[in-house]
C-alpha cells in the first residue's frame, strides 16, 4: 500500500512535467538530434550513456526510433552510468536484461573509478577490433551519445585520460567541460582514447525527447537531474524524493545510527563526537557527520510516525514533518513553510544525486514472462 501512495506523488510530479510539454527541447537540442542522427550511420561504434538509477526512462529515444525494442544492433554498447549511485544488485539484473534482450554489450560504468573505465575501454577495443576484422592497425571511431546529464562528458575525460596514459603520448589533454546541470555540452567534439588500433570517441550534446514513453518517466528523470530544477517546482521534486525513501528499505539501516554515538534527534543540535575540528560547520553537507544526522532524522521522523503510509495524504502529512524537521538541520531559517522548502530541497537532492542518502534504483527490471504474454 505504501508504494500505492508513492506513486500517487508521483503522479502530482510527473503532471508538472507534462505541463512542461517539452520545453527544455528548444533549437540547440532539435539541432543536436539532427547532428547525431547524421552521425549515425557514419562511426563504427555507438555507445549509449544511460543512468543505472533509471535504465528504461533514459535511454536514448533517437536510437529506440531508429530500431525497434527487442532489434539487435550489434555496433552499440549499452553503458549504465553512475552505477556506483544504483543499487548494485538491481544493476546486474539491469545489465543482464539488456544483454538479453538487444543483443549488445552492456556494461556497468562507475565514471570516477579508474578501473570501472579501464573495462569500458576493454570493451570499446574489443568491439572495435571485431568490427574491423581483427586489424589492430587500422582507426575507429564511437559515437557517445545519451540524454543530459547522464555523465557522458565524465566518461570521455576519463576514456581519454587513461587512454592516452596507456598509450604513453604526450601532449596537452583536451577535456570535456564537465557539469552537474543538464544541457552544458553543446558542440560535438572527439577525443582519442585508446591506440593500436586508434580510436576516437565523438562526445555529444544530451538530447531529451519532449516526449516520454510512460507517465512514471517524468518525475523519475527529474529526480535524477536530466531535467532543469528550475523548470520545476522544488516541493514536488523532493516530495517525490521522500516519498521513494519512506516507501522503500533503505532507511531501515540507519536504526544503527542511534546505537553507534550519533547525538543527533529532533528538536536538537548536532553534538557528533570527533567532529568539533574548527571550520566544520553543520550546514557542510559534504561532512560524514552532517550525512548521519540527516539521515537520523528521516529515520526518527518515519519511524515514529503513527499514520498510515497506504494513504497518499498520511505520507504528504509525515514529509512536511520531515521537512520541518531538517530545518534545523539545514540550519535554515526562514518566516515562511514556501521560504523553507528550496534550500531543504536543494541539500535534500544533491545528497540524493550524490549518493549521500543511499542507493536507490528507481525501476525494476521487467518481467520477461509477462512480455511474452502481452
Not at 531529451?208 to 528550475?230: M, Q, V
Not at 535534500?348 to 521487467?366: I, Q
Request: charged content about 25%; hydrophobic content about 35%.
Amino acid at each position: 500500500m505504501t508504494a500505492a501512495a508513492a506513486e500517487a506523488v508521483s503522479r502530482r510530479l510527473g503532471a508538472a512535467v507534462r505541463d512542461l510539454s517539452g520545453s527544455w527541447y528548444g533549437r540547440h537540442m532539435a539541432a543536436a538530434e539532427r547532428a547525431i542522427r547524421a552521425r549515425l550511420p557514419l562511426v563504427d561504434l555507438v555507445l549509449e550513456v544511460r543512468d543505472a538509477r533509471v535504465p528504461d526512462s533514459s535511454s536514448f529515444e533517437p536510437l529506440r526510433r531508429r530500431r525497434g525494442p527487442l532489434e539487435p544492433d550489434r555496433r552499440r554498447v549499452v553503458l549504465l552510468n553512475k552505477a556506483d549511485l544504483a543499487d548494485p544488485s538491481e544493476t546486474e539484473e539491469w545489465v543482464a536484461y539488456i544483454k538479453k534482450q538487444t543483443s549488445c554489450p552492456c556494461v556497468a560504468v562507475n565514471s570516477h573509478s579508474r578501473e570501472s573505465i579501464k573495462e569500458l575501454l576493454n570493451v570499446v577495443q574489443t568491439r572495435i577490433r571485431e568490427i574491423k576484422h581483427g586489424e589492430n592497425n587500422c582507426t575507429g571511431t564511437a559515437l557517445l551519445v545519451g540524454i543530459p546529464n547522464v555523465g557522458k562528458s565524465a566518461i570521455v575525460n576519463a576514456m581519454h585520460q587513461i587512454g592516452r596514459i596507456a598509450a604513453a603520448e604526450k601532449g596537452k589533454l583536451k577535456h570535456a567541460i564537465v557539469s552537474s546541470h543538464p544541457g552544458e555540452t553543446r558542440d560535438i567534439s572527439g577525443y582519442k582514447v585508446a591506440s593500436h588500433p586508434n580510436i576516437y570517441v565523438l562526445d555529444t550534446p544530451g538530447v531529451l525527447s519532449p516526449r516520454f514513453k510512460d507517465d512514471g518517466s517524468g518525475p523519475r528523470l527529474a529526480l535524477t537531474g536530466a531535467i532543469k530544477d528550475s523548470l520545476l517546482e522544488d516541493y514536488d521534486i523532493v516530495q517525490f524524493l521522500l516519498a521513494i525513501v519512506n516507501s522503500g528499505k533503505e532507511y531501515r539501516k540507519w536504526d544503527k545510527l542511534n546505537k553507534a554515538g550519533d547525538t543527533f534527534s529532533c528538536g536538537n543540535t548536532i553534538t557528533s563526537r570527533g567532529h568539533n575540528n574548527k571550520g566544520q560547520h553543520a550546514s557542510d553537507h559534504t561532512q560524514d557527520f552532517f550525512v548521519k544526522a540527516v539521515r537520523q532524522v528521516l529515520f526518527e521522523t518515519v519511524s515514529r510516525f503513527n499514520g498510515d503510509l497506504g494513504h497518499v495524504d498520511e505520507l504528504r502529512r509525515l514529509i512536511g514533518h520531515q521537512l520541518v524537521n531538517l530545518q534545523e538541520v539545514f540550519k535554515v531559517s526562514t518566516e515562511s513553510s514556501e521560504d523553507m522548502c528550496k534550500p531543504i530541497a536543494l541539500k535534500l537532492l544533491n545528497l540524493y544525486r550524490t549518493g549521500r542518502l543511499g542507493h536507490y534504483t528507481l525501476e525494476n527490471v521487467p518481467d520477461v514472462r509477462q512480455e511474452v504474454v502481452a
